[in-house]
């Protein structure tokens, strides 16, 4: 008797698949209120600093699931922004989204295939670790390529990816690569990233001009990750762990921020020709 000869098994497919497992998931251990309040923290204050003050027509935000696990990026989005549209693989993550936030515009859609976003859609794209969870390094190249696409003339682009130069994001993405079910440690899939150096060329070969650089996260993560299981962010020690976190951000001044920071951060331009 024949067989019929085995499907080649679509990557993208396989990925989404990973994370639709994820959000099917209880996924609320991941949501711990002090870390996501000093996650969210963070990246509005570098937003804030990085984008000076500036209105955007229109943002686009790479995934959801800080929207899912807290407070997210949105309310900040719409407050410089007179649309925000948001994106995530897993059809799960968008409709808890969308549950938790109902300005938000959010669809499901792979950020290496947009074929539902024309191009020159947004003046502002905000990619804070979605492009470090490629099976394929090549992908990074190619979602980069599409968030070029999607950016106006004139247009940003604020990225940030697991900077492997941090020895415990190193060894953390390491052990991912070998250990692929989750754990406490490695909660979802962790896939290939760049050091900041391979990042820009990238970058720049996707049509971007790089503005800025630099590192974010320089709290020593797993202790404080998992310090922060024990207070209430709204509590005084809560409130006092939370201004120790973010004081951690001088090592940023030192030499050694590379090796510290948990993630590389990038603001680039789409020239106006
Ligand atoms: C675990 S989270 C980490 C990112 C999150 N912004 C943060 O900083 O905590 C990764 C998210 O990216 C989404 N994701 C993974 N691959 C994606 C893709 N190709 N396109 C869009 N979203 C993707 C996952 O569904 C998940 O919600």
């Avoid at 390491?174 to 490695?186: E, V």
């Avoid at 001044?253 to 510290?260: G, K, N, V």
Wanted: some cysteine; proline content about 7%.
């Amino acid at each position: 008797m024949s067989q019929d000869p085995p499907i080649p098994r679509d990557p993208a497919a396989a990925g989404q698949e990973r994370w639709d497992t994820m959000a099917s998931e209880d996924i609320t251990g991941l949501s711990l209120p002090l870390w996501r309040r000093f996650c969210d923290q963070l990246h509005v204050w570098i937003l804030r600093e990085w984008t000076g003050g500036t209105r955007f027509a229109s943002a686009f935000k790479t995934d959801l699931f800080d929207e899912v696990v807290g407070a997210g990026l949105v309310d900040w989005l719409l407050s410089v922004s007179d649309r925000v549209e948001g994106i995530d693989v897993a059809a799960g993550i968008v409709e808890q989204a969308l549950q938790k936030h109902a300005e938000l515009r959010a669809r499901q859609a792979d950020v290496r295939q947009l074929v539902e976003h024309p191009s020159g859609s947004f003046d502002l794209v905000v990619s804070n670790s979605t492009l470090d969870h490629f099976d394929d390094q090549r992908d990074l190249a190619v979602a980069l390529a599409e968030l070029s696409r999607i950016l106006v003339p004139g247009g940003l682009l604020f990225l940030t990816l697991d900077n492997p130069r941090n020895p415990v994001v190193g060894l953390r993405n390491r052990l991912a690569s070998r250990w692929t079910a989750p754990g406490p440690l490695i909660p979802y899939f962790m896939g290939h990233t760049v050091p900041l150096s391979a990042l820009i060329p990238l970058v720049t070969a996707a049509g971007l001009q790089v503005e800025r650089t630099g590192y974010l996260m320089h709290v020593p993560r797993v202790l404080f990750l998992h310090a922060s299981r024990w207070f209430s962010p709204d509590s005084r020690p809560g409130q006092s762990l939370l201004h120790f976190m973010q004081g951690c951000e001088m090592l940023d001044h030192l030499p050694t921020r590379a090796w510290t920071g948990h993630f590389s951060v990038v603001l680039a331009r789409k020239p106006t020709k």
